[in-house]
Structures are given as structure tokens and as C-alpha cells.
């Protein structure tokens, strides 16, 4: 089991920014994991299914949604043991509990396979 801590959410003003970060912790096999796979970040908003926001791959290639591309930024850290989700120009639709999770491709690009979540971080944009 991958060991993860989302981090990094807050309340902020409509055209803030925030970076969430995303924590392999517990043990090496987590570390290695988040450095052998590729890490998602997703968002679930109230009411709503959760939805895959961004995602890299283990050698830097990302995705992201097409809604959000352009004001998100999805990056890893140099020991490879975070990766990062930078928001720019948050607007209040962006308001959710925001998730990561390591694992293959098409599971990171599949969010229902995953059947286990963190606690996540919450991101409220409001003025």
C-alpha cells in the first residue's frame, strides 16, 4: 500500500494560487513508487464524482484535464518523493477536496480502479 499525504489546501480569493503538494511517506517502498509510477491528482467537489485534474508520469510526461490546462501545473520534486499540483487563477468552481495516488498509467488516467483514498487536502476559493 502506497503511503501518501495530500497537503498544501486553504481558503483563497477567485485569481489566487496555491500549490498542492503530494507526499510519499511511511516507507521506501512508498518512495519508490511515487519515483517507479506515475502520480494523479484529482478533486471532488460536493455533489459531484471525483475527476481526474492532472497527471505525470515517472519520466515527466503529464496530462491534464482539458478544462484546466493552461492554469494548472502539475511537477515533481527533485528527490522524487513529492509531486506538486501548482493552481493559478483559481475561481470558485475549483472548490473541492483534492486527492493524489501513484500508480500505473492507465490506473492514475482510471480514477474508479482505485478503490482505497486519503483524507486529501480542501481547496476553497471564495471572496
Known amino acids: 500500500q502506497v503511503q501518501l499525504v495530500e497537503s498544501g489546501g486553504g481558503l483563497v480569493q477567485p485569481g489566487g494560487s496555491l500549490r498542492l503538494s503530494c507526499a510519499a511517506s511511511g516507507s521506501a517502498d512508498s518512495i519508490r513508487a511515487m519515483a517507479w509510477y506515475a502520480t494523479g491528482w484529482y478533486r471532488q467537489a460536493p455533489g459531484k464524482e471525483r475527476e481526474l485534474v492532472a497527471a505525470i508520469t515517472n519520466n515527466g510526461v503529464t496530462k491534464y484535464a482539458d478544462s484546466l490546462q493552461g492554469r494548472f501545473t502539475i511537477s515533481r520534486g527533485n528527490a522524487q518523493n513529492t509531486v506538486y499540483l501548482r493552481m493559478n487563477s483559481l475561481k470558485p468552481e475549483d472548490t473541492a477536496v483534492y486527492y493524489c495516488?501513484?500508480?500505473?498509467?492507465?490506473?492514475?488516467?482510471?480514477?474508479?480502479?482505485?478503490?482505497?483514498w486519503g483524507q486529501g487536502t480542501q481547496v476553497t476559493v471564495s471572496s
Open positions: 495516488k501513484v500508480g500505473p498509467i492507465e490506473m492514475v488516467l482510471n480514477p474508479s480502479r482505485f478503490t482505497t
